[in-house]
């Protein structure tokens, strides 16, 4: 499986994105461009440690600029969360993930969940659950086979967010934690909100084997989140040594460049084919 994703976009400077003409312009072309079917995802499989098996995808989308070819995230999604259009965005991106999943497991393949990054906005919408829940019932996925990523920026208003975390968990849907560590309130997020997974920041990843320091948070990040019955997945993951270092903690799954880069949904749809 590791021979796929070659496909996978190219990372587009970041230059022209200084001038405030161009944000401007690429700003608003990113308004027709959910109508002009511009946005695409991409899915970076997730395997479990101990038996190498593919047990989720993340959902990561890339927009086929019809000029600039295609864009990573980090070229829009930042303009787009400053001009509110992640809501639409971010809206697209559910419902297709969703729509993809159900496809795959319509067409026999392994059920695995799929998920998706949610932005703060996207929570300060207050219809959010329901949206989800319409999602689900349009498509026609199960409530566990949807695990949506939230992020420590998010603690903005705790108690709108609690109360829509609870809503949302109430669905069947799962929460994970991404980024891990990165933020000041890690462990008031898995002390106040219903957490079923925490993902490691890559941050802690790298530098495992160079760092005892690192070695020491990522183990006690395990250990901790699995006596609070938190799953754990460590994300970019990119050599052998970090994977056996990761095994050896009992770390549940990763995900990273050493397995497999985020591939096209025909890439997911063969690997699940090969097993
Ligand atoms: P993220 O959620 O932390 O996603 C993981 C990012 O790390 C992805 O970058 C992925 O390609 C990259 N990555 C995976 N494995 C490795 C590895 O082994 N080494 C390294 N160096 N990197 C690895 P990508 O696809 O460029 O996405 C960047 C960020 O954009 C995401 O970070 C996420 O915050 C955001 N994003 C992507 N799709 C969406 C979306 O649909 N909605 C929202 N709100 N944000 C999104
Ligand atoms: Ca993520
Ligand atoms: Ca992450
Ligand atoms: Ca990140």
Redesign the pocket.
Known sequence: AKENGKNDCM?YSDSWSNSSFERLKLQHEMYRAIQRHEFVL?Y?PQYDLKSGIMVGV?????WNHPVRGLL???SF?PLAEESGM?VQ??DW?LEEACRQNKEWQDAGLAKIPVS????IRQFLQHDLASRIAEVLETTGLEPKYLDL?I?ESMTIDVGHITRCLLEITNLGVGISV??FGTGYSSFHYLKNFPIDRLKID?SFVRDIQQDPSDAEIVAAIIAMAHNLNIQVIA????TEEQMEFLKKHRCDEM????CS??VSSDNIEQMLKAG
């Not at 998706?116 to 932005?119: D, R």
């Open positions: 990372l991409h970076q993340e959902a990561l989308v890339r990573a995230p980090g999604i992640i965005i971010g991106v998706v990054n949610l932005s990523e992020t991404d980024d890559r994300e970019g993951v990119e995900q990273g460049f050493f880069p985020p």
